[in-house]
């Protein structure tokens, strides 16, 4: 046991140990933090990773537990190969994970010519996998101290506590939920303006708008037509359909409803997307705040590998 976690199958050649320490620390330090670190804004998985495990087929116990569990094991495994600590074992569920998305997720995966990214991050972790930590690492140090015993107990007492937080938190997660009954109330004609920040410039540009809202039939699906009295060409038309679960509004999962003193509703939804001039890829997050009289729908972004959320823009309306 102590050999699997903590042995390597490398020893003597010092140049060659120092190589593998830079390569080692290389793909841990990226899939940490290029892969890992944007997911961590929430506990368990950010909703447009659990739908993405989900339409994979991981659905048991649930998909959002898979989903902490690659989130988690992205950025702690990669950081445990970095400094070569655990390293077999993380780089073992790394191999599975960029398995699953090198040769499942992708419709035509091309093994030998599709020169995919993920397809030669997941032949590293194999490669780690195989060979170990090597001599530079916590695990070396670990494998010299002849009084430390690992035993199969305690390993697995760790794993279970681990995976009981993954369920807890994934199963949390998903219990929010909206209704076609949320969205009624906002059927008809409403009147306001729209406030977008303009990236060339860094600053607001507010304009007029109009807004009508109607139910397509009975279905869980809603018409949203725009409209812009001094910009009639800037004008538009968009449907937002609520899965039959209640979870997804389009491809944006909801993840949190809440009713105010008044009455009024908030829902909010994320998804992975992309923002700016240049198209970056970022977490965008859109509020609605439901009322009688008062509707406002507002985008948030946040750029990967950054902390701060920009307000992109908001519509702000009341009745007719």
């Given at each position: 046991?102590k ?11 010092k140049?060659?140990n ?7 620390f290389?793909?841990?330090?990226t899939?940490a933090?290029g892969?890992?670190?944007p997911?961590?804004n929430?506990?368990?998985?950010p909703g447009?990773f ?10 048991f116990?649930?998909p ?12 702690v495994?990669?950081l445990?190969i ?6 077999r074992f ?9 398995f699953?998305v090198?040769f499942?997720?992708?419709k ?11 397809q030669?991050l ?6 780690i ?6 001599k ?10 002849k009084?430390l015993?690992?035993s199969?107990k ?8 681990v ?7 994934s199963?949390a997660q998903n219990?929010?939920?909206?209704s ?5 109330t906002?059927?008809?004609?409403w009147?306001g303006?729209?406030?977008y920040?303009?990236?060339?410039s860094g600053k607001?540009?507010?304009?007029s708008a109009?807004l009508d809202v109607?139910?397509i ?6 018409r949203f037509?725009n409209?812009?009295?001094k ?6 038309t968009?449907t937002?359909?609520?899965?039959a679960n209640?979870t ?8 949190s ?6 009455g009024?509703v ?7 997307g992309a923002?700016g ?5 970022a977490?965008?997050?859109?509020t609605?705040?439901?009322g ?8 948030d972004?946040?750029?990967v590998a950054?902390?701060?959320w920009?307000?992109?823009h908001?519509?702000?309306y009341?009745?007719?």
């Amino acid at each position: 046991m102590k050999q699997f976690f903590f042995g390597s199958a490398f020893t003597g050649n010092k140049a060659f140990n120092i190589a593998w320490l830079l390569f080692r620390f290389y793909i841990g330090f990226t899939i940490a933090i290029g892969a890992g670190w944007p997911k961590m804004n929430e506990l368990a998985a950010p909703g447009w990773f659990v739908k993405q495990v989900s339409e994979l087929g991981f659905n048991f116990p649930s998909p959002g537990f898979w989903a902490a569990a690659a989130s988690w094991g992205e950025f702690v495994g990669g950081l445990c190969i970095a400094i070569g600590f655990f390293t077999r074992f993380s780089a073992i569920q790394l191999a599975f994970q960029f398995f699953v998305v090198s040769f499942i997720w992708y419709k035509e995966p091309a093994p030998m010519v599709g020169m995919y990214y993920q397809q030669l991050l997941f032949w590293g972790f194999v490669l780690i996998a195989v060979g170990g930590s090597g001599k530079y690492s916590i695990d070396n140090f670990i494998m010299k101290r002849k009084d430390l015993k690992i035993s199969i107990k305690q390993v697995a007492t760790t794993a279970t506590v681990v995976l009981l937080l993954l369920t807890h938190a994934s199963f949390a997660q998903n219990t929010t939920t909206v209704s076609a009954k949320d969205f009624q109330t906002i059927i008809g004609s409403w009147q306001g303006s729209l406030t977008y920040l303009d990236y060339t410039s860094g600053k607001p540009y507010t304009m007029s708008a109009n807004l009508d809202v109607e139910q397509i039939g009975n279905s869980n699906a809603f018409r949203f037509s725009n409209s812009f009295p001094k910009e009639a060409n800037a004008n538009w038309t968009d449907t937002i359909t609520i899965s039959a679960n209640g979870t997804m509004l389009n491809n944006e999962k909801v993840t949190s409803k809440k009713i105010l003193a008044d009455g009024s509703v908030v829902i909010v939804t994320e998804v992975m997307g992309a923002d700016g001039n240049d198209n970056k890829p970022a977490l965008l997050r859109h509020t609605y705040t439901i009322g009688r009289n008062f509707f406002s729908k507002r985008k948030d972004v946040k750029f990967v590998a950054t902390k701060k959320w920009v307000k992109r823009h908001e519509y702000t309306y009341g009745r007719k």
